[in-house]
């Protein structure tokens, strides 16, 4: 009988209960579910084509934070989440074999290297009699909702947003499980979570953050939902996110809810309401609308990888258009790595990014911009180092943003350049972000700070 079949949930990037459709749907078609975490070892201990450790150690502390808070909470609905490190499709249907499952049930992910994984469990299933039923997790679209099909998506995002967000609504996203799981009938070992240590990573550099960092993010859906609430009820900060959106220093000037959306501890859609629900209480405003627009550039960018594919990530990007200036010298790439250009503005922000896992969008913007049209190295260099640095990687964010600022992408803008002074001075005129990541620049005056060969 269906209500007595068994199931795996397979958790990716979707580390929450609430909004999780996989989830629900397991629990409505399977009598017995099994919640399964795989740290696969090629995502986790792999390189980057240009060399780079795929995932950084500022993400890795964060996603071992995110899954240890996923078992807490399902330990909490009688259930346990199975973790394993090694290469997912050989665990999962070893597992499905074994635990003579009837499916696995999973978030669909559209990139390269995640398809490539679920394509390859779904044709092993097959051949034992099991299925992968895919459901969705990250956006606050549905494509089924669309007024188009996803080839026909506008490739600039002006003409996406006018098509979708007047005339899409945005569903409610769904509960938490409001019952515990049925047993299971065997025993099964839930593993341990890995350990920075055991992943390849140096654990002393979180026992010893840097003086300098002025947020810590901690992983996992209790954490991501606490921040929605301190942003938006306690503080009211979501009331002028449209004024410090473009900040740099301090933890507050934006909403900061990139890296548990990245993981899928927050649900954008669980966003959008609470926003909604803001607004009908306290009002909305320009900046209410701004938090949405965000989520909504999100959502594009996800729609052009669904569109365009693996052309977001080559050189010429989605339009196939290189410029021949670009190089790739190692040398000049590590000084920007290393905040090491003699610009201070740009070497501030890489420096928090290099010891953070974090940076400001309007800093990622400027670093971009001066890698790409400064300093001429290939966009690609850039966006594997984000690639492996970022707490709040995102594949079709992080490599959509670099399309654009590389002028490969969707951008009615033909030469889209970041003037490195002229931003400097806009968005830190006393230095302070400058004196607060290159302390050595402290005593420089405010007038000069920018344009330290001046002094």
Not at 105 to 115: D, I, K, L, Q, Y
Not at 125 to 130: A, F, P, R
Not at 187 to 197: K, Q, S, V, Y
Not at 291 to 317: A, C, S, V, Y
Request: glycine share 6%; with cysteine.
């Amino acid at each position: 009988m269906t209500m007595k079949r068994r199931a795996i949930v397979w958790f990716r990037q979707d580390l929450r209960l609430h909004d999780n459709e996989a989830l629900q749907d397991a629990l409505r078609n399977a009598y017995e579910v099994i919640p399964v975490y795989i740290f696969d070892e090629r995502t986790f201990k792999g390189k980057t084509s240009f060399g780079f450790p795929k995932t950084g150690k500022y993400r890795a502390q964060f996603i071992i934070e995110s899954v240890a808070d996923l078992r807490h909470s399902l330990r909490k609905l009688n259930s346990e989440l199975i973790v394993r490190v090694g290469k997912t499709e050989d665990i999962l249907f070893a597992m499905a074999k074994e635990c003579k499952t009837s499916w696995i049930f999973c978030n669909r992910e559209r990139t390269a290297e995640e398809a490539r994984i679920q394509d390859e469990l779904e044709n092993r299933l097959w051949s034992i009699g099991q299925e992968m039923r895919y459901n969705r997790g990250k956006m606050l679209y549905y494509t089924a909702d669309l007024p188009f099909p996803i080839q026909h998506t506008p490739d600039v995002f002006t003409q996406f947003r006018k098509e979708v967000e007047r005339i899409v609504p945005v569903r409610e996203p769904l509960p938490k499980p409001d019952r515990t799981f049925n047993p299971l009938s065997f025993e099964f070992p839930a593993g341990d979570i890995p350990t920075l240590e055991d992943l390849g990573h140096d654990e002393d550099d979180f026992t010893a953050p840097d003086p300098r960092v002025v947020l810590s993010f901690k992983g996992g859906e209790t954490e991501g939902i606490k921040r929605l609430q301190y942003y938006l009820w306690e503080t009211n900060l979501i009331k002028n996110y449209k004024e410090t959106r473009n900040g740099l220093l301090g933890g507050d000037y934006s909403s900061k809810l990139s890296p548990w959306l990245a993981q899928g501890c927050l649900s954008p859609k669980l966003i959008y309401h609470e926003l909604k629900k803001y607004e009908a209480q306290r009002g909305a405003n320009e900046s209410t609308y701004w938090l949405f627009f965000e989520l909504l550039w999100r959502d594009f960018f996800r729609f052009m990888g669904k569109k365009h594919g693996n052309k977001i990530f080559q050189i010429g990007g989605t339009r196939g258009q290189a410029d021949p200036r670009w190089t790739e010298n190692p040398q000049v790439l590590q000084k920007w790595i290393e905040g090491a250009t003699g610009v201070p503005f740009i070497d501030a922000n890489m420096l928090e990014l290099k010891y953070t896992g974090f940076m400001s969008n309007r800093g990622r913007q400027n670093v971009a911009s001066f890698l790409v049209k400064d300093l001429n190295i290939n966009w690609q260099m850039g966006a594997e180092y984000f690639e492996s640095t970022l707490i709040d990687y995102d594949a079709c964010s992080n490599w959509g943003n670099w399309n654009y600022i590389a002028g490969v992408g969707s951008d009615p803008r033909e030469d889209r350049y970041f003037n490195t002074l002229t931003q400097a001075k806009r968005y830190d005129p006393h230095g302070d972000y400058v004196k607060h990541w290159l302390p050595e620049l402290a005593d420089i005056p405010a007038d000069k700070v920018h344009e330290s060969e001046l002094m």
